[in-house]
């Protein structure tokens, strides 16, 4: 008999917290890329303001916007030649917030998505911002896409947590977690998808019971994920930013049938 045959219904009130998933994903994989050191990315945001990260070393950059900036500790993981996924948290406590960069050295196009966290009715809510620029001046950037829509995949994220995905539309999608320390939850949740090469994206979801928001790279043709998970722990009261990647399998493909009137 399988897993899920054994899982039924968990009621909200008995999930785990979100440091639950903390030891069972485990560090990522893939190597850090020192290819960005001594350069510099900026870009324009909608509302006109500039923003610059400069990475300094392999480990380390600098961020300016107005009259605000720092520094932090940051991985770059070269995901495909010249496309990378940047990924760095500044901030403490409720004040954090999560950047995440994919960055085309190809054709130039950038989408950075920033996680932060706000108040909400007595508890503690997430939110994520994107801006889809070109540090080249060229019209492309990444676009929204439906590529995913129809499928069914299977992520392995360590040797002891197993998820899997359906993707119902463009911006909706059921996640099932078949193993680990989330077994048996699942749930429906908002999410966004950007072409960024052939058979890879920019996945994002936030979801609406756990205080969670995760951007990653989905890449079909390697079968990997590689991203984070960013999220409020409750009972310490303390951000979780959760690094990943998976190994992934397709499992299905759902396609509907064109007529579908009753006769």
Known sequence: MTTTALQDYVPEEEWPPVSTMVDGFGDQTLPASPALVNTKISQETPDGSHIEYAFQTPDTLSWSEGSSGGTAAYKAIEAREGIFIIDFVRGQGADA??????????????????????????????STDFTHTNINGHPTVHQRSSALVGKRI??????????????????????????????????????????????????????????????????????????????????????????????????????????????
């Open 97 to 126: 917030e999560n950047v995440t960069i994919i960055f085309d050295r190809t054709n130039g196009a950038l989408t950075t998505a920033v996680s932060k966290f706000t108040p909400s009715k007595g508890s503690v809510r997430a």
């Open 154 to 263: 299977f992520y392995r994220y360590s040797d002891v947590e197993s998820y899997e995905h359906i993707y119902l539309n463009q911006g909706t999608f059921t996640w099932h977690c078949v193993r680990g320390g989330e077994a048996g939850l699942a749930d429906t949740d908002r999410c966004m998808v950007w072409d960024v090469a052939e058979d890879l994206y920019i996945f994002f979801w936030t979801e609406k019971v756990m205080t969670v928001e995760a951007v990653l790279l989905i890449d079909l043709s390697e079968k990997r994920s590689i991203g984070r998970m960013f999220g409020w722990d409750n009972p310490t009261g303390e951000p979780v930013s959760l690094p990943f990647d998976s190994r992934l399998s397709i499992l299905n493909t759902t396609n509907y049938p064109q007529d579908t009137r009753k006769r």
